[in-house]
């Protein structure tokens, strides 16, 4: 079998225009434009190109978004502060610090200090736990963005066996959570693999769907997978520069391989990183709404 490949780029083309129209709604119905404001502390290459990513695709679909740049060497009390005057501003309804921080600043005191209600990642611990009851509140976008492109590739993942590589608190773990509920693109069984597992080649040879999320290039051989299969890849690891000088990607999946046996794959570049963008915007769009009662 040879794979269709889903660009995680086109779906989010096609919910960026659903969400410009949803904008465009309210302002002209409420006097409403959403307003995010994106925290970058340091000068990490990647985290900049995401992080830029984030205000270009936010102005392009009518969201007011704001870029604050903080040298890597920013106090902790300062950031704090920073997050609690956003936390005030009612101009603002998502507020994301990009991570990783630098090695001096907690990373979960500064998630905590984020007022839950403007927290469009879904990291703050209430949201964690309104996300694992089932209840309304943000999806941490990595994860959102792999439903999403489940769905739109119409993917069943009732009754599926999926099996999740990699444990980290922005995507294993959220991930595994929401593929179990009992909710659109959920009602899976589900295997968590992590470094500590035994035997993560007999656990994918199982799978009806992989969402790769190690952390480790090609760390998925064609030989690790059944016919068939669905490979949702998020891994976006720098292996090497290209000639141009540009970074070269490559997922957790070995592409060229398993292509050829999954019936369902996305790229790197091009699969779910865009997606996590995109749904970053839905987040500040729910966001708006929720504070205006609209939903
Ligand atoms: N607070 N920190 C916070 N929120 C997040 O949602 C993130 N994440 C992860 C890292 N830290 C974060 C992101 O934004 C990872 N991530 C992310 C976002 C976008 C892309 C990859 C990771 C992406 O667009 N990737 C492109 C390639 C971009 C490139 O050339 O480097 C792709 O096509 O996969």
């Known amino acids: 079998m040879t794979a269709r490949i889903v660009s995680g780029t086109e779906v989010a083309k096609e919910i960026r225009e659903e969400l410009k129209a949803e904008i465009t709604e309210l302002k002209e119905k409420h006097n409403i434009v959403p307003g995010l404001v994106t925290i970058l502390v340091g000068e990490d290459p990647a985290s900049q190109s995401y992080v830029s990513a984030k205000n270009k695709t936010a102005h392009a679909i009518g969201i007011n978004s704001e870029q604050v740049t903080l040298d890597a060497d920013t106090p902790e009390e300062e950031l704090l502060s920073l997050v609690e005057k956003y936390n005030e501003d009612d101009s603002i309804n998502g507020i994301l610090v990009q991570l ?44 959102h963005g792999v439903l999403e492109l489940l769905a739109r590739s119409g993917v069943e993942t009732s009754g599926a066996e999926v099996v999740i590589l990699g444990r980290s608190n922005i995507v294993g773990k959220p991930m595994a959570n929401l593929m179990l509920q009992k909710r659109e693109s959920g009602n899976a069984t589900v295997t968590l693999c992590h470094t500590r597992t035994k035997d993560m080649a007999e656990h994918c040879r199982r799978a009806d769907i992989i969402i790769a999320a190690a952390g480790v290039a090609k760390l998925v051989t064609a030989d690790m997978v059944k016919d068939g299969v669905a490979i949702m890849d998020v891994g976006v690891n720098r292996i090497g520069v290209t000639e141009s000088g540009k970074a070269k990607l490559a997922g957790d999946v070995d592409f060229e391989s398993v292509k050829e046996k999954a019936s369902v794959i996305t790229p790197v570049p091009g699969g779910v990183g865009p997606m996590t963008i995109t749904m970053l915007m839905k987040n500040t769009v729910q966001s708006a709404k929720m504070k205006a009662n609209l939903i």
């Open 100 to 143: 990783p921080l630098p090695k001096h600043i907690d990373e979960g005191k500064i998630l905590n200090t984020i007022n839950p209600d403007k927290d469009v990642d879904g990291f703050h611990p209430v949201n964690i736990g309104r996300m694992v009851l089932g209840e309304n509140c943000f999806l941490p976008c990595t994860p």
